[in-house]
């Protein structure tokens, strides 16, 4: 079965450098979420799309800035990268913001800064 | 703002033990609750579902309780095995004015041995 695709896998970037992290949903799919995990901490909420409008919002700094395409695939795109913003990014997909369904989560995108 | 606690935070078990992992939450007011196993530096499988309506779900070895209104949630394991040695984490699917985005709240983490 399909499941949530991320790209890349990993990435190196220079401090104050630019990042771009893409996500497919699983097909038929239509809420993204994109969460970032730093070393040794549980996943945190960065933010949510929902038929390609965000649908939610949580502690996601203002150098990020994600969007949802027509085929809702989504990316997630930061700017003046910080030593900080190492960490492992997730997306998960769901079908519709239908709350009792099932999140499920790409491989992870494991960003480090130097 | 709701929290998610695990515990323990580690537990080291011979193989072949039942064991019980806990997870509590400070809201009750919740649609769902996941529980999911992350192997080191790895993404996340999502391991079973529970929606607010039910008790439990069972998957295999695997067997998860959800109690709301005390803000509860146990993942029972039967016969672990070394296999099963990863990180579990729980995370809740918060209600909010009625309509919920589907984010999850996550806790901390178990991190599990088994040894063999």
């Known amino acids: 079965a399909a499941g949530v695709i991320q790209s890349p896998r990993h990435l190196i970037k220079e401090k104050r450098e630019t990042a771009t992290l893409k996500c497919y949903p699983i097909?038929?799919?239509?809420?993204v979420y994109w969460y970032q995990q730093g070393p040794g901490q549980d996943p945190q909420f960065l933010i949510s799309?929902?038929?390609?409008?965000?649908?939610d919002k949580g502690s996601i700094p203002d150098r990020f800035s994600a969007q949802q395409f027509s085929d809702y695939h989504s990316e997630l795109n930061m700017s003046s990268l910080e030593l900080g913003d190492s960490a492992l990014y997730f997306c998960?997909?769901?079908?519709?913001?239908?709350?009792?369904?099932?999140?499920?989560f790409g491989q992870g995108t494991r960003l480090t800064v130097v | 703002k709701q929290e998610v606690t695990q515990i323990p935070a580690a537990l080291s078990v011979p193989e072949g033990e039942n064991l019980v992992l806990n997870c509590s939450f400070t809201?009750?007011?919740?649609?769902?609750l996941q529980w999911f196993r992350q192997d080191p530096g790895k993404g996340l499988t999502s391991l079973l579902l529970?929606?607010?309506?039910?008790r439990e779900q069972t998957s295999g070895r695997l067997n998860a309780s959800l109690d709301k209104s005390s803000g509860r949630s146990t993942l029972y394991i039967a016969a672990s095995q070394p296999g099963d040695s990863a990180t579990y984490l729980c995370?809740?699917?918060?209600?909010?004015?009625?309509?919920?985005?589907?984010?999850?709240?996550f806790g901390q983490g178990t991190i599990l041995t088994v040894h063999p």
């Open positions: 809201d009750s007011a919740i649609y769902n």
């Open positions: 097909p038929r799919h239509d809420t």
């Open positions: 799309f929902y038929e390609k409008m965000q649908s």
């Open positions: 529970i929606q607010s309506s039910q």
């Open positions: 995370a809740v699917t918060q209600a909010a004015g009625g309509t919920s985005y589907g984010k999850l709240t």
């Open positions: 998960a997909s769901s079908l519709d913001m239908a709350v009792n369904t099932e999140a499920f």
